[in-house]
């Protein structure tokens, strides 16, 4: 009970603070209140932040007329406060701060990973079928109930978890049940990757409501390589969906799965600037994935167009130059995390089946939460393999155990019995990492000067034997 109340009571201090420094920043330049609250954050995040992140926080601010000062102000004039305030303080308070504190320890205590946030698909079924999407291949087979997310959940913040990301199938096909969790699990940050087809008047005035939960909405390029994949029309919905949220000031990201055919229109400025003119703040970057039984490898980058990638991206997030907007590279953005995250060590997947895999990309599993408690299902084999093999190699440009370095993979689901769980029809672990062994070997060479070049004085890169990083 005291531990209870001693929460509450810090949860509503942060909140007042945070809730204070917001109003202002309605009214007054941010720059002005930036010290406050990168000051505030420092205080509750501690340990659990880098010390040089708050640094560079503060060489922002120190430039009250460059982008990411400009974007701040966007950020906070153009989004709802309610759903701003909501959202930081389950990120940082609930997320960075308590819950990081939480799952250290439950981490040392049982000896695994326990991620951050945990990805869910509530339903297998989707309104769409886009070229290179499994969830596309998977049909009305399968679906959490309400009562298994929300036990998932809630076991999850037992753990220190207090982030969750739905994915699918399309999940908006289950929005009702959805909101539900977002009113029972009021500390939690919530969010989805949806095709935007959903979203309507109604399903906006609820996200102003509940104030902890908003989406990504996925799109490949322009109308035309777009609707290549996506379908005819969708350009069209997506973009209707974004003008939307937007006029609701609901913040908003893009999903975007970057291909050899539409890697350099996904991050031509004149995409950047249409995204941002629609009201989008962050834009996440997926390399294409050869996933499923039937899945094309033409779609692969080549070593030059991957390097390209890396670099245009870094250039977008910039201090100085590149766009007000936010973007992440999932796959080249590994030294940012110390390498591969997936396993539970900052996140992990579970299917509209319940079953708990590593990755998004990497269907095998030996544990389902219809059969086991969550932390039992961290702590199956192949999540403990994970653990012990992390990272898989000493560049952090080369760090998949599928995509790059296919032979870990097989070999951790040989050991561990793992089996496959793609909905459509199972896929052998040869069968999918031997579609990346003619990239992983081709990526390596570009991959290790890469590495070298920015990073000088470290050792050459690991090529992975034991899956463990050279320590030298």
């Known amino acids: 009970m005291t531990h209870s109340i001693t929460h509450a009571a810090e949860r509503q201090a942060f909140k007042s603070i945070l809730d204070s420094i917001i109003k202002k920043g309605q009214t007054q330049d941010v720059s002005e209140l930036a010290e406050s609250l990168i000051g505030l954050m420092q205080k509750i995040l501690g340990s ?8 560079t926080l503060r060489l922002v601010a120190q430039n009250p007329d460059g982008k990411w000062a400009h974007y701040a102000q966007r950020l906070i ?33 049982y000896g695994c990973n326990i991620p951050w946030i945990v990805l869910m698909d509530p339903t297998s079924a989707c309104n769409m079928h886009c070229t290179g999407c499994w969830a596309a291949e998977y049909g009305h087979k399968c679906s959490l109930t309400y009562e298994e997310m929300d036990k998932v959940l809630t ?10 990301l739905f994915t699918g199938g399309e999940p908006l096909m289950r929005k009702k049940d959805i909101i539900r969790l977002c009113e029972k699990h009021r500390d939690v940050a919530f969010h989805a990757f949806t095709n935007g087809t959903l979203i309507d ?29 996506r379908g005819e029309g969708h350009f069209a919905k997506a973009m209707a969906a974004m003008e939307l949220m937007h006029t609701h000031r609901i913040p908003f990201g893009v999903s975007v799965c970057y291909t050899s055919r539409n890697y350099q229109d996904v991050t031509s400025d004149k995409f950047l600037d249409m995204l941002i003119d629609k009201g989008c ?3 996440w970057y997926f390399h294409y994935m050869p996933v499923g039984v039937n899945a094309s490898t033409d779609l692969l980058l080549t070593p030059d167009q991957r390097a390209y990638m890396k670099n245009r991206v870094r250039e977008i997030r910039g201090l100085t130059g590149g766009k007000e907007i936010y973007a992440i590279d999932f796959q080249n953005d590994g030294e940012f995390a110390g390498g591969c995250v997936a396993g539970g060590r900052r996140y992990c997947h579970i299917n509209a089946n319940g079953d708990v895999e590593p990755c998004v990309f990497i269907h095998y599993s030996g544990a389902n939460i219809r059969d086991k408690s969550l932390i039992d299902c961290l702590r199956q084999p192949l ?90």
């Open 48 to 55: 659990s932040w880098n010390s040089s992140a708050f640094d």
């Open 77 to 109: 004039r153009e989004t709802d406060l309610h759903i701003l305030s909501t959202f930081l303080l389950n990120a940082a308070y609930e997320g960075g701060f308590r819950g990081f504190k939480t799952s250290e320890a439950c981490a040392e205590k």
């Open 155 to 164: 076991e999850g913040k037992e753990l220190g978890i207090h982030a969750c």
């Open 201 to 229: 008047e109604e399903f906006c005035q609820e996200l102003l409501r509940v104030g902890n939960f908003f989406v990504s909405v996925s799109i490949e390029g322009f109308q035309e390589a777009n609707d290549s994949r």
């Open 281 to 283: 703040i962050f834009a």
């Open 383 to 472: 999540f403990l393999a994970y653990h012990d093999g992390q990272p898989f190699n000493g560049n952090m440009l080369r760090p998949c155990p599928m995509l790059e370095n296919p032979q870990l993979l097989q070999e951790m689901v040989r050991k561990t019995g793992a089996k496959s769980t793609d909905l459509e029809a199972p896929e052998s672990v040869e069968h999918l990492c031997g579609k990346c062994e003619a990239y992983a070997a081709c990526w390596k060479d570009k991959a290790d000067a890469l590495w070298a070049e920015d990073h000088p004085d470290a050792a050459a890169a690991l090529s992975p034997q034991s899956g463990k990083a050279d320590e030298t």
